[in-house]
C-alpha cells in the first residue's frame, strides 16, 4: 500500500530565516506531487505541483519554491520566511495518468514563523 | 472563474440523525471528478468520497452518499447515523487537470 510522509510536523522558525520542508511517497511509482497551504480556518490553496523530476509548476507568485530530486520525493523552499508565511502546509500525491484522480495528503507541516 | 462554494460555514446534527452538506461548483469541462474530503482535528485531510462526473449514478459509502445534480453544478454529502467522530471539516473539492479546487469547509459539529 502507498504511503505519504511529511516533516518535520511541526516548526517554529524566525522571520528571515531559510526553510526546507520534505514529502516523500512510498508504495508507487511516478506519482503527481502537490504541496499546498492552509491558512488557520480557511481552505486550501495549492502551490505547487509537479509531475515528474525536475518539473515543477508554480500556482502562486510567492516566497516559496519547490524541487523534485528523486521520483518520490518534493521539496518546498524558502530562502528567507516571512510572517505570511506562517501556516499548515499539505504534501498529497496521485496517480499520473490523466490529473483527475483522487489527492492523498499526508499529516501535514505545522509552520509557525515568529 | 472556476470555483467551488460551500454556503454553510457551519452545521450541528444531533447524533444518529441524518445530515446533508451543500457545494455547487462552476466549470466548463466536461469531464471532472469531486470529492469530499474530512479534515478532523488532526488536520490530515482524508478522502470520504468520490464521484465522476461522467457516471449518473451517485456514490456511496457505508453511511456517506452524494447527491449529484450534473446540471445544477451541485454536489451534496448526506452523512447517515451520525456519529461523534464524524465532527470534524468537510471540504468539497473539484478536480482541473493536475489540480483540485477546494471550497472553503463546513464545520460539522455532532451533539450526543
Known sequence: SQTIHQWPATLVQPVGSPLSLECTVEGTSNPNL??????????LQLLFYSVGIGQISSEVPQNLSASRPQDRQFILSSKKLLLSDSGFY????????????????????????? | ????????????????????????????????????????????????IRQEAYKQQNATENRFSVNFQKAAKSFSLKISDSQLGDAAMYFCARSRTYKYIFGTGTRLKVLA
Not at chain 1, 91 to 113: D, I, K, M, N
Not at chain 2, 8 to 27: G, H, I, K, N, R
Open chain 1, 34 to 43: 502537490y504541496w499546498y497551504r492552509q491558512a488557520a480556518g480557511r481552505g
Open chain 1, 90 to 114: 499539505l504534501c498529497a500525491w496521485s496517480v499520473r495518468t490523466s490529473g483527475r484522480e483522487t489527492q492523498y495528503f499526508g499529516p501535514g507541516t505545522r509552520l509557525l514563523v515568529l
Open chain 2, 1 to 48: 472563474a472556476q470555483t467551488v462554494t460551500q454556503s454553510q460555514p457551519e452545521m450541528s446534527v444531533q447524533e444518529a440523525e441524518t445530515v446533508t452538506l451543500s457545494c455547487t461548483y462552476d466549470t466548463s469541462e466536461s469531464d471532472y471528478y469531486l470529492f469530499w474530503y474530512k479534515q478532523p482535528p488532526s488536520r490530515q485531510m482524508i478522502l470520504v
